[in-house]
């Protein structure tokens, strides 16, 4: 449902849900977050949530129990519920992964089953969402799935959104002249506030909250001016009771949701919170219901919040910085709480921890827009002369120029890297991430030979500030140019040093690090393979299974048994495959990558097949069909279509 702001979307969807409900129908409605600082994937979440019905925030045996309760699968639950509610760890899946199980596992409870009761999900002013939301949504409404669902998602006219499907798009315009008459005659009739309705109208440009505004302004028995709309929500505001208006400001600052108690807690000492309370919904400024005042639009909440005056705006800010710490608020919440209140220091720290947890939570423009929140505020910190060099400055620009690389605004991200790079001064930890950033960018570009000697000088500042992780991360990067260049000889001795260098030897990197030895001795052994030399191949990839095993990555181990499974399929050992296929196939089970796993029984199915016993064969094509189905792998799905239509086991 698309249309101006104020053009009669939340007003169409009040009242489309009572007759739903009506009928039968399960009516859930979420929109952004209210606190204005678009947490991941809260909307989905709280859908998620009272889908299952589970409660939110929830735990992880909750959160199985739901899910058994809807039919889900347990592979559902880990990683990906859990991933989505940030609950159970994280495991040593890749990004991409974990963000293919969180978004399958999602959709999967959110289209519930063909028995679920009928079901309305309202997804409200989309455009507020982040990125991997507004995609996930975005595949729902095109995809509702077999069940009995009906999903709908409200925008405006937003460039977020102008690519967004479904398989119906509902187009609200502005009223015409004759409705706006027709109006003027249902409400006022023939009364004197009549006159000055069709009045007003002329400048209400049809939209149904304008002239609503304008209505309320003559029942309240005002009189309403000829200014634009913002000027009439801010005139109705002006003219509340002290209270009420004070009541209003508190919870536009807290974010247009407010807690009866904590607006009670912003307010004067002699205010009377519930009689302020009653006299906004009365005059339809709020809605308010278990304990909580929703403004009743985001165009009221954001022409109250600028109307507060300045000190007094940073006061509210203050105060509530104070109520809200210690609280299970996110620190992007009380960073901005903590900026507009005055205290860039620990708004920095603040904006930098969500960032991170944005990244964690595989929300890179998130992730960019609080590095940035960071960012400015540590600029203006450092004009001021409250901080000796940039350094600071630099760490958060690498972030964010990371950030920005992974979501697609390369040239953004290069703006910040190079001002980030000028920045980082004599610091080799924090120069050696900039570059880094620089080199991924040109990589990105197609720039190889560039990307290669920036990322050879990152490693140098890297190994001289001691960052061992860094240095092993930096030098499986620079392997993977040397070889896509078609120097495969230049990147094997630079992953046999860098082996040595990082891994002590090769017995990995301190700690069980994720980017232990494993990682290079394996892309040393994909080279050998590349290069056809399948037993030094072999011999680095058992290699990379022994580190593995020692830093207990499961990870690692999965991949190296799946290499060798590829290694002796190549040179035509197929028998000798199955045992590292089934170990590999185990080990992803346990950590949950679904599409891996069914790639592996399809391939250990051939293998079978091909070498004569084929009792277990069918079996693992009809597992391998079950999982690639709940991620959506429609390749998959063929494949092991195709399969299973042949004479059995064949």
């Known amino acids: 449902m698309r249309g101006r702001a104020g053009v009669g979307k939340t007003r169409l969807i009040d009242e489309l849900l009572p007759v739903a409900a009506a009928r039968g129908h399960r009516c859930l409605r979420f929109g952004p977050d209210p606190t204005g600082v678009a947490e991941s994937w809260r909307p989905v979440r709280q859908a998620v949530a009272a889908r299952l019905g589970v409660s939110f925030p929830t735990g992880l045996p909750e959160l199985r129990r739901g899910a058994e309760a809807s039919g889900l699968a347990a592979g559902d639950v880990r990683p990906g519920l859990a991933e989505l509610f940030r609950i159970g760890g994280r495991g040593e899946l890749e990004p991409a992964v974990?963000?293919?199980e969180c978004d399958s596992a999602a959709l999967r409870a959110l289209r519930g089953r063909p028995s679920s009761p009928p079901t309305v999900l309202v997804f409200e002013d989309v455009e507020a969402y982040d990125r991997p939301l507004l995609a996930l949504v975005s595949r729902l409404l095109l995809t509702p799935g077999d069940g009995k669902l009906v999903v709908i998602a409200t925008t405006s006219d937003h460039p977020r959104t102008a690519r967004l499907q479904a398989g119906e798009v509902i187009a609200l315009?502005?009223?015409?002249?004759?409705?706006?008459?027709?109006?003027?005659?249902?409400?006022l009739g023939s009364s004197p506030g009549a006159d000055r309705l069709a009045v007003c109208l002329a400048v209400a440009d049809g939209l149904p909250l304008h002239v609503e505004q304008i209505v309320r302004v003559i029942v309240d028995g005002g009189t309403p001016s000829g200014g634009g709309l913002c000027a009439l929500l801010s005139a109705r505001i002006d003219g509340l009771p002290p209270d009420a208006r004070r009541a209003l400001q508190a919870a536009a600052v807290i974010g247009g949701e407010a807690p009866r108690d904590l607006i009670a807690?912003?307010?004067?000492?002699?205010d009377d919170v519930d009689a302020a309370l009653a006299t906004l919904t009365r005059r339809g400024m709020i809605a308010f219901a278990d304990g909580v005042a929703r403004i009743g639009h985001a165009l009221l909440a954001q022409v109250t919040y600028d109307g507060i005056p300045a000190e007094a705006r940073r006061q509210l800010h203050a105060q509530l910085a104070l109520l809200l710490a210690g609280s299970s608020v996110g620190p992007a919440v009380l960073g901005r709480h903590a900026s507009r209140a005055g205290g860039s220091g620990d708004a920095v720290e603040l904006f930098q921890q969500a960032g991170d947890a944005r990244h964690a939570a595989l929300d890179d423009h998130g992730a960019a827009a609080c590095y940035q929140a960071a960012l400015d505020l540590a600029r203006a910190a450092f004009v001021r002369g409250e901080e000796s060099d940039g350094t600071r400055l630099a760490r958060i620009g690498a972030c964010r120029g990371e950030a920005l690389l992974r979501s697609g605004d390369g040239a953004l991200a290069e703006t910040v890297l190079r001002e980030a790079f000028e920045r980082a001064?004599?610091?080799?930890?924090t120069t050696a991430l900039v570059l880094r950033g620089l080199g991924r960018l040109l990589h990105s570009t197609g720039d190889d030979e560039q990307a290669y000697q920036v990322?050879?000088?990152?490693?140098?500042?890297?190994?001289?500030?001691?960052?061992?992780?860094?240095?092993a991360e930096l030098s499986l990067e620079i392997g993977g140019l040397l070889q896509r260049r078609g120097d495969p000889g230049g990147a094997l001795q630079h992953l046999r040093e860098a082996l040595l260098a990082c891994g002590l030897g090769g017995r990995g990197l301190p700690g069980g690090s994720p980017l232990s030895g494993w990682r290079i001795a394996l892309a040393i052994a994909q080279i050998h393979a590349a290069l056809g030399r399948s037993d030094p191949a072999r011999r680095q990839a058992l290699g990379a299974l022994r580190q593995a095993e020692r830093a207990g990555s499961v990870a690692g181990q999965a991949r190296a048994h799946e290499q060798l499974a590829d290694f002796e399929c190549a040179v035509g050992r197929r028998a000798d495959a199955a045992p590292h296929r089934l170990a590999a196939i185990a080990l992803l089970r346990r950590e949950g990558d679904r599409r891996a796993v069914a790639r592996l029984l399809i391939d250990a199915a051939s293998d079978e097949v091909a070498t004569g016993p084929q009792g277990r064969a069918r079996a693992w094509r009809g597992e391998a069909r079950s999982l690639a189905a709940a991620v959506e792998w429609e390749g998959g799905v063929r494949r092991c279509d195709e399969a299973l239509r042949q004479r059995p086991g064949g």
């Open 425 to 429: 001064g004599k610091d080799p930890e």
């Open 455 to 471: 990322l050879r000088g990152a490693l140098a500042h890297a190994s001289s500030s001691g960052n061992l992780p860094l240095c």
């Open 98 to 100: 974990r963000r293919r």
């Open 265 to 270: 807690q912003l307010m004067r000492p002699g």
């Open 173 to 187: 315009a502005p009223l015409t002249g004759d409705e706006l008459c027709d109006l003027v005659d249902a409400i």
